[in-house]
């Protein structure tokens, strides 16, 4: 009765990786449970999601072909938007987010445009738009931009009520700090950089203050949901926002976190369904209204 702060599966959404190919389903090897899903193989993850009743999925698509400008990534045949129509035809009470960065689709494994070894953040932002707006047009319910360059949710705001669709969400990716927790997720999406870093876009771990002014700068551009990923090191940050902004906050509970969990349980060391129902009620009572973690099919079943 006087339990403060309580966990729902309606609060989760399940990221899915989608690959191009036939009868795939490959194991994450740093993300133990988690796969790499053919489209003919995703009806088996997905019947466990709605049967779970979590809020929603979001999909990270790994194509085959690559190229400079990450011309899959707004395709209309494109892995990701296959997988939304696909989900949209056989699974139409799932809710869809779709990540809308460039990294998994251009052969540099940046998150935008480059010039030598230097990113372009204006030169990015058309495709970014373009991309939104052809996975919406596959069936998506709600973009998740999280390439963090500067005036992404404006220009995609703009592209999407363009196209007609004003009442598409857009949850913005606002602090996404440059950290070491996404290693696992980089062999999950094979996304890595293929030279440097992403700290010339992404945030500085060290900046709090900057942090809430980012996801103020996207509020003003258009935003209806805002995030801050990491979780677990950046609670901090997520409290503050939640008490400076009356806007829905999400939390990204990354690969490093869960891998982390998952390498522990697996030795012996943790109680695995404590910790993570621990983490997961952190993440909540920091102020997330939207959890995004690998960990819900198995918190839904320790929740009942």
Known sequence: MMQETRLHPRDFIYPIFVIEGEKIQNPVESMPGV??????????ILEQVRQAGIGGVMLFGIPQHKDA????AYAQDGITQQAVRFIKEHYPELYIVVDVCLCEY??????????????????????LVKMAVSLVEAGADMVAPSDMMDGRVAAIREGLDR???TQTPIMAYSAKFAS?????FRDAAHSAPGF???????????????ALREIRADIEEGADIVMVKPALAYLDV??????????????????????????????????????????????????AKIIITYHALDAVKWLA
């Open 163 to 165: 196209a007609g669709f």
């Open 180 to 184: 070491a927790y996404y290693g696992p």
């Open 35 to 44: 796969f790499q899903y053919s489209i003919d193989c995703l009806e088996n």
């Open 69 to 72: 400008e990450g011309s899959q």
């Open 106 to 127: 251009t052969s540099h494994g940046h998150c935008g445009m480059v010039c030598g070894e230097e990113i372009l953040n204006d030169e990015t932002l058309p495709y």
């Open 238 to 287: 997520l409290k503050e926002a939640a008490l400076t902004t009356d806007m829905p906050l999400a939390v990204y509970n990354v690969s490093g976190e869960y891998a982390m969990v998952k390498a522990a349980a697996a030795n012996g060391w943790i109680d695995e369904r404590r910790i993570v129902l621990e983490n997961l009620t952190a993440m909540k009572r920091a102020g």
């Open 196 to 210: 440097g870093d992403r700290k010339s876009y992404q945030m500085d771990c060290a900046n709090g203050k900057e």
